[in-house]
Each structure stands twice: as C-alpha cells, then as structure tokens.
C-alpha cells in the first residue's frame, strides 16, 4: 500500500482546506467471540468543510462496501489506505461502510481471548495513526473534532470508550451503547474498550468539580488488582494538577483499564487511559515495580492536559507532550505520592535511556524533523520523553518554578482544544520569566547530542569544567567528604552557570567532587581520578541516593563509552548493589551488570565473569532479608544469570520441584517460576515436558507466553530452526508471542547456534518491511539482529540498500551502532 505512509506535506496541505465538524462512528462487536470471524462492521459519519473539489480519508481495511457523499451514493476508490473522495462542496456529510480487521499486533482494535476462562477481550490503541484501521476518518492531528461513539456488543459486556454513556438498548443476548460526544479530540486519542472487564469504581472532588474514576482489567486477573492503591496514586495526581495548571480536568470522568498484550507502558485515550498488564502484579513486586507505575499514571494524567487539551500540530512537536509529561510524571510523584525518591529513579532509568538515544548516528533534536508517519512511529524515543524530560527540568531551574508553571496556565487557557508548536508555547513561557528563550531553545531543543563535562585543576583553589559539546547549563558542583561516622556527605555545593567550553569556579580539594549534583541538567559526567577512586572502595558510603545514583551513572556511561572497563564496573556493582537501600538503583545495577558481561566484555572474559556475577546474586539471596524487595530482585538476577551459566542448574531445579531449599521468605510466585525454567531450558537442563507440567501449573496467558519463549530457548539447532521460520511465517503469532519467540530464540549462550541465520537476516529483513506493519516488523528487526564480532554484514546491507524505506534503515543504522559500541567496549584493556 504505497500511500498508507501519510508525509507531513500532505497533511498539512489537508488541514488547509478541510475543517472537521464532528464524526459518528458505528462499531458492530457482536461477533467478536467468534475466533473464525476476523472482521466487524464500522461505519463512519464525518461532517466537514471544505476550499477544495477534492481530498481523502484514510482506513486500512479488508474492503469499502459503500461510500455516501452529501446524500449520494458515489463510486467506491479505495486503494486500501486511502478513500478518494470528489466533488466537495463547502459543506459536506460523507458516510463509509466498511469491513476491518480485529488486531492482533497491538494496532487498532486489538482482539486478545484469555486462557483462563476463554473470554474474549478488546481494547484500541491508535498512536500515531492506527485509528484508521478501525473507523474512515482524517488521520492526522491537527484536524480535532468531536467524536460519537455507537457499540454493538455482546451483552453483559463492560463498553467503554472516552465519554461516558448517554444510551444503552439491549436486545437480546446484544447491547448497544450510544457514548456522549467527546469535545474536540485529535483521532489518535480516542478509544473503545469491550469486554467482560472486572471494573472498580470510585471519585475525586474538588471545588465544584467531581470525577468519576474507574479501574478496570480482565476478570481473571480481578484477584490481583489493587484498585485502591491505583485510586490512591489517581487522587494525589489530580489534585496536583488542579492546583499548578489552574484549568478544571475537562474530560469528564477518569477510566484506567489494564489491557492484555500491550504494546506500550500506557496511552492518555482522554477519559479512557489504557495501560500494560504488566502493572497488574500476579505476585510479589517490589517497591520499584510499584514507583513506576505510580509514575506511568501520573505521566498519563499530565498528558490530558499536554497532549489531549493542547494537542501539536505534527509529530515535530511530539516532545510537546511527551517531554512534559515524563518530567510531570517524576515530579508529582516525588512531590505527591509516598515515592519520594522518584528523581532517583529518573536520572537513572530513564535519562540512562536518552543518553544511549542521543550518542546513535541516528539521533535527533528533541524538536524533530518528522516527515512522515513513519519517521514518527520511531521517535517515541529516549529523546523525545526523557531528553526532553531532562530538559525540561533544566528549564524550570533556568526561568524559576512559578514561571514555569504560570506559562503552562496561560499556554492551555490560550490554546484548549486547539494545536500549537514549539513557539506557542515559548511565546507563553517568554512572557511569564521575562527571558527571551530563543537562544536557550535553539541550544536545547533544536540540536542533538549530548554534552560531556569533566573537572579540571585550574590551580590556586580553582576549578575547570570542560563541556563538549558547549551549551548553557545551571547545575551545582558538590563537594564530598567523609564525616565522623565515615559517611561521604555534601560539605559545600557550589552553583555554576555553565556557557562555554571551559568555565572556571572557585572549588577546593574534597575525596568525591560531583558535578550535576542533584542532577538538575542533562549531561554526562565524568569523574575525576581522585573522585574515582573515593567511590571504588567508599560509594556505599554515600548517604544521598540522588547522589548515589549520579554516581552510578557516571560509570556506567564511562564502560558505555569505553573509557572504563566492563570488568571494573563489574566489581563495583558486586561490592556495593547488594547493601543498596534505593530500589530503583538496585534494579539498574541488576540490569545493567549482565549487559555488560554479555556486551562489553571480551568473549574469553564472559565465561568467568557469568559465574562470578551468578555466585554473587546467588549469595545475595540467601544472605538479603527474608522477604525484602532486595531478596526478590536479587532473585530475578539469579534467573538472569543462570540463563548463561548452568553451575546452579541443579539447586534452582531443586527449587522449583521443591526438593532443595528454598531462600527464607522468597516469594516464588509463576512469574518468578518461569523465569528461572527459562533458565534451565536455555542451559539444557529443561525439557519441553517440564515446561507443559509448569503451564498445568500457570494456565494463563502469561503462562502460555512464558511457555513459549522457554521452548525456544531450548539450545538445540532443530528447536532454533522452528523459532526462526515461526518468526518470520507463522503471521497468526500475535506481537506478545512474536515477542517470546523472538526472546526464545536469542537466550542463553549461545552464539553459534543462532550465527547461522545471520545472511538469512539480512536476506529477509526488506521483504518483512514491506508485508508486516511497522509495529511487528520493528519487533523483528531489531529483535534478531546478528550481535557478532564483526560491522561487515551491517555495511553491506546498508550499501546494497541504500533505496529503503527510511525507518528500516534507521532501524539497521542503530543496531549496527550498539553493535560498534560493544566491540569497541571488548577491546578496551
């Protein structure tokens, strides 16, 4: 379908001479339990005004049966993405009737039946431009107007969808439901939810206003909902935004539905937020586990007013939500919820994110050139939320918090309902802090990379930090030293506005000196020899977290960039992860130290080093307190690690058979089970019976996903042969099994059963582009890439395809950069 790939050009030259009044879709799901019917039935109302004889709509859809323009039947053209339509008049009515398809990939509307009880369960996800593969309309954000939603549904099922219900009829074993119609919204945020959802209900008030709030997920995973921690986080979101943006939550009530087989974290459908399973925690979950998804909730609620009340005008501009609501989303949560330390995580997990975005050959300003859906798909990136996050909260710092947030007041009070870009919205901020943020937006937002800063001896109680590349910063310099206790503490911190190059201050000698302390801006830092060394054998001694984990970044961007060697980080992570306190930086320092056994270490090196990092996390379980978050996580790095060294193939065997020991307190819940037999079957020490008497155990469809990528760990040729032609043919795999198949096939170590299909990679990956949607052949690009000592294969296929769609070529560009990386990790000595 050559014109599905929708350019800015031409959209933008749509919105010139077509203005959306309002739309009226009809959805018929009455057949959606039915595993042989593929379809549904959707017919579209648009009403519109038009300056031109001619435009289109856009849908993706097995056929258009009918179209009715201005009351007359008109020929059908439809070349299966677009609708041509002609003979506009300056006001028109067109009706489309048509057939589409039910997802399975996670785009559209998405059809997923639990194995539990063989309910069927739907939900829509559309971002950027999949609303088109549901209901006609103009996919693009710039044309808002208000939405009617009409349902047909099995009865007894829960209907949801942005507004709340204005009709219900039932007829028989059938329902329709008839929503109010939205105020204007862009196509991309709208949402329909059905199924027999399991659904809690509850409020927020303040002043006159009350919200009806809602949490819903699958019936079978109604045990494990903690609606009223979920209500908690709402409430406390709410009420922060009602206080700093000044503009009423316009959307009526407040529904959060937790969907199966997720491609996202979460999307901010106004009034119908859906987000991943995954925040519904079958079994233990630590205290980590519960901050992301407080803060998941709160980035969402944000985006109801940066996002869905001020919408921008093409995806240039998606840091205009984006960026805002991932800084809203670590601010309110340590401002307004019990996660205090959410700034910890951020400058760790998420900044950690956009420091590897920014350094690909592929990077982008925050302010992209996006020209066209495709390019936009792809930047949902670690630029556009956490640089920009970062970003953001170097802002605040550079114009003053009440400045900040006085231009986001005006900002949605001049443009509710309407579309803005990048100068909107600094026209607004220049205002409030009297700062002319040209300059400071040309510096931040319209240029990539990221900036380098390291201390230098400037003699005679001075100081030097050198930046490259140079841009403005605000950040404080801390002085650490050790106190009578023999804590590492901040004796002075000295504030710094950075310019140029190199930018002298007045410092004085201290055991740790920690630039970007309390990690106002986005930068990497580095430490100086001194400051090294002090936290080699004293970071535990670091009482700040913020602190801590700035320190931790540093190194792990320093064995990123090759100028630290992995087998030193190494060693700093089993000396001092398992006494850390802060639960985010556990969790990094856990995810991080097997990447880089298996990245950055030389391969005579890993075999070592997997059994070292394995004997660690082993000991950590039996020796952390019985029960802790420290206990499980260690727990999931002894999976982790036992995937690639099969010393303890017999104790975790034991374990789960329950003939050996089991660690005090360890909650060993299914997902932590399937974890640990993944393990077993990437070593050879599980076989496909074992993995059936498991999903007799855990039935569901996390089970059966589970199930299938421990099969395709198995470390045989004939089980990676079938992995690989599932891949690439079996196109019934919905994206969740694509995924674990995927995951299965590249497990363990073991490198030369996978090298192999190396050319058959690089034979297939155009052919995938072209016949699987972006989102599936995205998963299966950068999911199979050869990781093998050499750039040779990358290049050729680059040279050889220099004509390819720009995305995928993207795709092979950032892939084959990691891969540099890596190499140029294992040769530092």
Same mark, same amino acid.
């Given at each position: 379908?050559?014109?599905?790939?929708?350019?800015?050009?031409?959209?933008?030259?749509?919105?010139?001479?077509?203005?959306?009044?309002? #739309?009226?879709?009809?959805?018929?799901?009455?057949?959606?339990?039915?595993?042989?019917?593929?379809?549904?039935?959707?017919?579209?109302?648009?009403?519109?005004?038009?300056?031109?004889?001619?435009?289109?709509?856009? @849908?993706?859809?097995?056929?258009?049966?009918?179209?009715?323009?201005?009351?007359?039947?008109?020929?059908?053209?439809?070349?299966?993405?677009?609708?041509?339509? !002609?003979?506009?008049?300056?006001?028109?009515?067109?009706?489309?009737?048509?057939?589409?398809?039910?997802?399975?990939?996670?785009?559209?509307?998405?059809?997923?039946?639990?194995?539990?009880?063989?309910?069927?369960?739907?939900?829509?996800?559309?971002?950027?431009?999949?609303?088109?593969?549901?209901?006609?309309? *103009?996919?693009?954000?710039?044309?808002?107007?208000?939405? $009617? =939603?009409?349902?047909?549904?099995?009865?007894?099922?829960?209907?949801?969808?942005?507004?709340?219900?204005?009709?219900?009829?039932?007829?028989?074993?059938? +329902?329709?439901?008839?929503?109010?119609?939205?105020?204007?919204?862009?196509?991309?945020? /709208?949402?329909?939810?059905?199924?027999?959802?399991?659904?809690?209900?509850?409020?927020?008030?303040?002043?006159?206003?009350?919200?009806?709030?809602?949490?819903? &997920?699958?019936?079978?995973?109604?045990?494990?909902?903690?609606?009223?921690?979920?209500?908690?986080?709402?409430?406390?979101?709410?009420? %922060?935004?009602?206080?700093?943006?000044?503009?009423?939550?316009?959307?009526?009530?407040?529904?959060?539905?937790?969907?199966?087989?997720?491609?996202?974290?979460?999307?901010?459908?106004?009034? &119908?937020?859906?987000?991943?399973?995954?925040?519904?925690?079958?079994?233990?979950? $630590?205290?980590?586990?519960?901050?992301?998804?407080?803060?998941?909730?709160?980035?969402?609620?944000?985006?109801?007013?940066?996002?869905?009340?001020?919408?921008?005008?093409?995806?240039?501009?998606?840091?205009?939500?984006?960026?805002?609501?991932?800084?809203?989303?670590?601010?309110?949560?340590?401002?307004?919820?019990?996660?205090?330390?959410?700034?910890?995580?951020?400058?760790?997990?998420?900044?950690?994110?956009? #420091?590897?975005?920014?350094?690909?050959?592929?990077?982008?300003?925050?302010?992209?050139?996006?020209?066209?859906?495709?390019?936009?798909?792809?930047? %949902?990136?670690?630029?556009?939320?956490?640089?920009?996050?970062?970003?953001?909260?170097?802002?605040?710092?550079?114009?003053?918090?009440?400045?900040? %947030?006085?231009?986001?007041?005006?900002? %949605?009070?001049?443009?509710? @309902?309407?579309?803005?870009?990048?100068?909107?919205?600094?026209?607004?901020?220049?205002?409030?802090?009297?700062?002319?943020?040209?300059?400071?937006?040309?510096?931040?937002?319209?240029?990539?990379?990221?900036?380098?800063?390291?201390?230098?001896?400037?003699?005679?109680?001075?100081?030097?930090?050198? +930046?490259?590349?140079?841009?403005?910063?605000?950040?404080?310099?801390?002085?650490?030293?050790?106190?009578?206790?023999?804590?590492?503490?901040?004796?002075?911190?000295?504030?710094?506005?950075?310019?140029?190059?190199?930018?002298?201050?007045?410092?004085?000698?201290?055991?740790?000196?920690?630039?970007?302390?309390?990690?106002?801006?986005?930068?990497?830092?580095?430490?100086?020899?001194?400051?090294?060394?002090?936290?080699?054998?004293?970071?535990?001694?670091?009482?700040?977290?913020?602190?801590?984990?700035?320190?931790?970044?540093?190194?792990?961007?320093?064995?990123?960039?090759?100028?630290?060697?992995?087998?030193?980080?190494?060693?700093?992570?089993?000396?001092?992860?398992?006494?850390?306190?802060?639960?985010?930086?556990?969790?990094?320092?856990?995810?991080?130290?097997?990447?880089?056994?298996?990245?950055?270490?030389?391969?005579?090196?890993?075999?070592?080093?997997?059994?070292?990092?394995?004997?660690?996390?082993?000991?950590?379980? =039996?020796?952390?307190?019985?029960?802790?978050?420290?206990?499980?996580?260690?727990?999931?790095?002894?999976?982790?690690?036992?995937?690639?060294?099969?010393?303890?193939?017999?104790?975790?065997?034991?374990?789960?058979?329950?003939?050996?020991?089991?660690?005090?307190?360890?909650?060993?819940?299914?997902?932590?089970?399937?974890?640990?037999? $993944?393990?077993?079957?990437?070593?050879?020490?599980?076989?496909?019976?074992?993995?059936?008497?498991?999903?007799?155990?855990?039935?569901?469809?996390?089970?059966?996903?589970?199930?299938?990528?421990?099969?395709?760990?198995?470390?045989?040729?004939?089980?990676?042969?079938?992995?690989?032609?599932?891949?690439?043919?079996?196109?019934?795999?919905?994206?969740?099994?694509?995924?674990? /198949?995927?995951?299965? @096939?590249?497990?363990?170590?073991?490198?030369?059963?996978?090298?192999? @299909?190396?050319?058959?990679?690089?034979?297939?990956?155009?052919?995938?582009? !072209?016949?699987?949607?972006?989102?599936?052949?995205?998963?299966?690009?950068?999911?199979? *890439?050869?990781?093998?000592?050499?750039?040779?294969?990358?290049?050729?296929?680059?040279?050889?395809?220099?004509?390819?769609?720009?995305?995928?070529?993207?795709?092979?560009?950032?892939?084959?950069?990691?891969?540099?990386?890596?190499?140029?990790?294992?040769?530092?000595?």
């Amino acid at each position: 379908m050559p014109s599905a790939n929708l350019t800015r050009a031409e959209t933008a030259e749509r919105s010139r001479a077509v203005s959306v009044r309002s #739309y009226h879709v009809d959805l018929d799901l009455r057949g959606a339990p039915d595993a042989g019917n593929p379809c549904f039935a959707t017919t579209t109302t648009v009403e519109f005004t038009a300056t031109t004889d001619a435009t289109w709509l856009d @849908f993706l859809g097995p056929r258009v049966e009918s179209v009715a323009l201005n009351d007359a039947a008109v020929p059908v053209r439809y070349d299966g993405a677009r609708i041509g339509l !002609s003979g506009l008049r300056a006001h028109n009515v067109v009706t489309v009737v048509a057939t589409a398809d039910y997802s399975r990939s996670g785009e559209g509307l998405h059809r997923y039946v639990d194995p539990a009880d063989g309910q069927t369960y739907l939900y829509t996800q559309y971002e950027p431009a999949d609303a088109r593969r549901v209901f006609a309309c *103009f996919e693009q954000p710039d044309m808002k107007a208000p939405f $009617t =939603f009409v349902v047909s549904a099995p009865a007894g099922w829960q209907v949801l969808s942005n507004r709340h219900v204005a009709e219900r009829e039932s007829l028989g074993d059938a +329902q329709t439901v008839k929503f109010a119609p939205t105020l204007p919204i862009s196509t991309y945020i /709208t949402a329909v939810v059905a199924g027999p959802y399991h659904r809690a209900e509850s409020s927020w008030s303040r002043d006159e206003l009350t919200v009806p709030l809602a949490v819903s &997920c699958r019936a079978s995973l109604a045990q494990y909902l903690d609606a009223d921690a979920v209500f908690a986080v709402t409430r406390q979101g709410m009420d %922060f935004y009602a206080e700093h943006f000044g503009y009423p939550y316009p959307f009526g009530k407040y529904d959060q539905v937790f969907v199966p087989e997720y491609n996202l974290g979460a999307m901010e459908n106004p009034g &119908c937020v859906t987000f991943t399973e995954a925040y519904v925690f079958r079994g233990a979950a $630590t205290a980590a586990q519960y901050q992301a998804r407080a803060n998941t909730i709160l980035h969402e609620m944000a985006h109801m007013w940066f996002g869905d009340l001020v919408t921008m005008t093409w995806w240039d501009d998606l840091w205009l939500k984006e960026s805002f609501a991932d800084y809203m989303g670590a601010l309110v949560s340590a401002e307004a919820t019990e996660f205090t330390d959410a700034w910890v995580a951020f400058a760790n997990r998420r900044k950690a994110w956009a #420091y590897l975005q920014d350094q690909l050959p592929t990077t982008h300003p925050i302010v992209a050139d996006i020209v066209d859906l495709e390019a936009a798909k792809l930047n %949902f990136d670690g630029i556009t939320y956490a640089k920009g996050a970062s970003v953001l909260k170097q802002l605040v710092a550079f114009v003053g918090r009440d400045a900040f %947030f006085e231009g986001a007041r005006r900002y %949605f009070r001049r443009h509710a @309902f309407g579309n803005t870009t990048l100068a909107d919205l600094l026209t607004e901020l220049s205002a409030t802090s009297g700062r002319d943020l040209s300059e400071w937006a040309r510096a931040w937002l319209q240029t990539s990379g990221v900036s380098t800063l390291t201390l230098e001896d400037a003699g005679e109680g001075w100081s030097a930090i050198v +930046q490259r590349p140079a841009r403005p910063h605000r950040l404080a310099v801390g002085h650490y030293d050790f106190d009578e206790h023999g804590d590492l503490v901040c004796r002075r911190r000295v504030e710094v506005d950075l310019e140029a190059e190199r930018t002298v201050f007045e410092s004085a000698p201290a055991p740790l000196i920690l630039l970007d302390d309390a990690d106002l801006t986005y930068a990497k830092v580095r430490l100086d020899p001194r400051s090294l060394e002090t936290v080699e054998h004293s970071l535990d001694r670091v009482v700040d977290p913020l602190a801590r984990g700035s320190i931790w970044s540093a190194l792990w961007n320093a064995t990123r960039d090759g100028e630290l060697t992995a087998a030193r980080y190494l060693a700093a992570v089993r000396r001092f992860a398992v006494a850390e306190p802060n639960p985010a930086l556990l969790t990094a320092l856990l995810t991080n130290a097997p990447y880089a056994i298996e990245h950055y270490l030389p391969p005579a090196s890993r075999p070592g080093q997997r059994r070292r990092w394995l004997e660690a996390a082993w000991t950590a379980v =039996f020796t952390t307190a019985p029960g802790s978050d420290e206990q499980l996580a260690w727990a999931r790095a002894v999976a982790v690690a036992a995937a690639v060294d099969d010393t303890r193939a017999a104790e975790v065997r034991a374990i789960l058979d329950g003939t050996g020991k089991t660690p005090d307190g360890l909650r060993l819940d299914p997902d932590l089970r399937w974890q640990l037999w $993944t393990a077993l079957a990437a070593t050879g020490h599980a076989e496909s019976a074992d993995l059936d008497g498991e999903l007799a155990r855990d039935d569901t469809g996390s089970g059966r996903t589970a199930r299938l990528r421990a099969l395709a760990a198995r470390p045989l040729p004939a089980v990676k042969d079938q992995a690989w032609t599932a891949i690439f043919t079996d196109t019934a795999l919905s994206n969740e099994h694509l995924d674990a /198949t995927i995951a299965g @096939f590249r497990a363990g170590a073991h490198r030369e059963l996978i090298a192999p @299909f190396d050319d058959d990679y690089f034979a297939a990956i155009r052919t995938v582009w !072209s016949e699987r949607s972006i989102e599936m052949a995205r998963r299966i690009v950068v999911g199979l *890439f050869p990781a093998g000592n050499t750039l040779e294969p990358s290049d050729r296929w680059l040279e050889a395809h220099a004509d390819a769609p720009a995305a995928l070529r993207r795709l092979v560009v950032e892939q084959r950069d990691h891969l540099a990386r890596d190499l140029r990790a294992q040769a530092l000595r």
